[in-house]
C-alpha cells in the first residue's frame, strides 16, 4: 500500500492504494457526449509510462532518433512533451487539493485536462494533478510524477492473486454494455453498445496479431472471438488462405498444438505481467488480451439462448423481450490500435508501415 504525498510540502494528497496494471482503455476517448465511467477501481493506482496531454511537438519537429528513445517507431501527428509516469487514481482517491479555475480547458461537458494540471495542493498551492472527467472520456486523476512522491503506508500488503486463482474468481468484462448520453431535453438517455473496454482492448491486440502475422493471413477461432478480430485482419492483410493461425490459451486451458505460433492470452491484472506457457517455442507470439475479456472468450457467459421444447426451463433466456444487442459490426478502436502498433519495433518493417500509412492517408478500406 501507497500514499502519494506533495512534493513541495510533503502533504497527503491520496488514500492508502495498491497499484495495478494500466487498463487497455485508459487513453480512450469514447463516441461523441458518452459518459464514461471511472477508469480506476477505488483503492487503486497504475503508472502511464507514456507522456499524456500538453504541451506537444509535431512530428516534423522530432528527429527519428529521439523518438525511437522515446519508443516511437513511427510517424504520428504529434508528441506530448509532459512529463512520463503519471500515477493514475479514481477521482474519489484524491485528498488535500483544489481545482484550478483558469486550467478548465477545451472540454464542453466537464474537464479535458488539456491546459496541463488543474490541481494545486491546498497545503502550499503546488500544481500536483489533472482531473479528466469531461464527455466521451474515462474519469480519473492523473497524479503528476515530478509533483508528488509515493510512500509506504500501513496494511496489508497482500501478494498478486495466482493465474489459477484469477481464471476461478477474476471477474468477467460483458462484451455489450447501456451506454449513458448527456440529458437532453426529454433527459437522460443511453443506447446499447459494444463494450468501449472490449473495443480498446482490441485495438490493442488487433496490433499485436498484426506484428504477429508477419504480413500473411491469420485465422482467429470462431464465434466472438471472431467477431472481435476477424474482419480487420482481412481487412488489413492479404486475401488467400490462412498461414498463420491463433488460438485463446492461458490458465486452466488445454496446452496449445505443436505448430501454433500466436496465442491470445490474458494479462494479469494487478502486475501487468502476460501469461506465458510453460514451454514457449522461439516463434510464440502472445497476444495480450486484458484478463476480464479473456475469461469471456474463453468461457462466455452462461444461459444464452437455445431450443427447447415444451415449457421452458428456468435457466433458458426468454425471448420476450429480445436480448439486447448492439446494432453494428465490432470495430477496434482506432486510437488504441495507432497508439500501441507505433511503440511496437516492428512496424518499422515496410509492408507495416505501408499498412499505418494508407489508414493514415484513407486510401484502404478501413476496418476500424
Known amino acids: 500500500m501507497f500514499v502519494f504525498v506533495c512534493a513541495g510540502c510533503g502533504a497527503e494528497l491520496t488514500t492508502p492504494l495498491s497499484q495495478v496494471s494500466l487498463p487497455a482503455h485508459a487513453r480512450q476517448n469514447y463516441g461523441n457526449g458518452a459518459q464514461l465511467p471511472v477508469l480506476m477501481q477505488s483503492g487503486t493506482f497504475a503508472v502511464d509510462p507514456d507522456p499524456w496531454g500538453g504541451p506537444w511537438r509535431i512530428w516534423d519537429e522530432i528527429d527519428p532518433g529521439e523518438a525511437e528513445a522515446r519508443g516511437i517507431y513511427a510517424p504520428v501527428y504529434a508528441l506530448s512533451d509532459s512529463t512520463p509516469g503519471a500515477s493514475v487514481i479514481a477521482p474519489g482517491d484524491i485528498r488535500g487539493t483544489r481545482l484550478i479555475p483558469d486550467k478548465r480547458g477545451g472540454a464542453c461537458c466537464g474537464l479535458d485536462g488539456a491546459d496541463g494540471p488543474n490541481m494545486a495542493c491546498q497545503a502550499c498551492d ?42 476461478e474468481t477474476g471477474q468477467r468484462t460483458p462484451p455489450f454494455e447501456p451506454i449513458a448520453t448527456w440529458g437532453g431535453r426529454l433527459g437522460p438517455n443511453h443506447y446499447w453498445s459494444w463494450s468501449p473496454q472490449w473495443e480498446a482492448a482490441a485495438g490493442q ?85 486484458p484478463l476480464g475479456m479473456w475469461l469471456w472468450l474463453v468461457s462466455p457467459q452462461p444461459n444464452l439462448p437455445i431450443p427447447a421444447s415444451g415449457r421452458i426451463p428456468q435457466d433458458v433466456l426468454r425471448d420476450d423481450p429480445l436480448p439486447l444487442l448492439p446494432n453494428y459490426l465490432f470495430r477496434a478502436d482506432r486510437e488504441t490500435f495507432h497508439h500501441t502498433l507505433v511503440r511496437l519495433p516492428a512496424v518499422r518493417s515496410p509492408w507495416l508501415l ?3 500509412e494508407n489508414l493514415t492517408q484513407g486510401t484502404s478500406a478501413n476496418p476500424f
Not at 496494511?155 to 484469477?166: D, K, M, N, Q, R
Not at 498461414?243 to 500466436?262: E, F, M, V, Y
Request: proline share 12%; net charge neutral.
Open 126 to 167: 503546488l500544481p500536483v494533478a489533472t482531473r479528466i472527467d469531461d464527455c466521451s472520456l474515462w474519469q480519473a486523476v492523473r497524479l503528476s510524477s515530478d509533483a508528488v512522491h509515493r510512500v509506504s503506508a500501513d496494511g496489508i500488503h497482500a501478494a498478486p492473486l495466482s493465474w489459477a486463482e484469477l481464471a
Open 354 to 356: 505501408t499498412i499505418l
Open 205 to 289: 491486440a488487433l496490433a499485436h496479431l498484426l506484428v504477429a502475422s508477419q504480413g500473411q493471413p491469420v485465422k482467429v477461432p470462431g464465434g466472438l472471438t471472431a467477431d472481435v478480430f476477424q474482419r480487420a485482419l482481412d481487412t488489413l492483410l492479404p486475401i488467400g488462405p490462412p498461414k498463420r493461425r491463433a488460438i485463446l490459451a492461458g490458465p486452466g486451458q488445454p496446452s496449445p498444438d505443436t505448430g501454433i505460433d500466436i496465442l491470445l492470452v490474458p494479462v494479469h491484472p494487478q502486475t501487468g505481467q502476460t501469461w506465458t506457457p510453460t514451454s514457449p517455442t522461439a516463434s510464440t507470439y502472445l497476444v495480450p488480451l
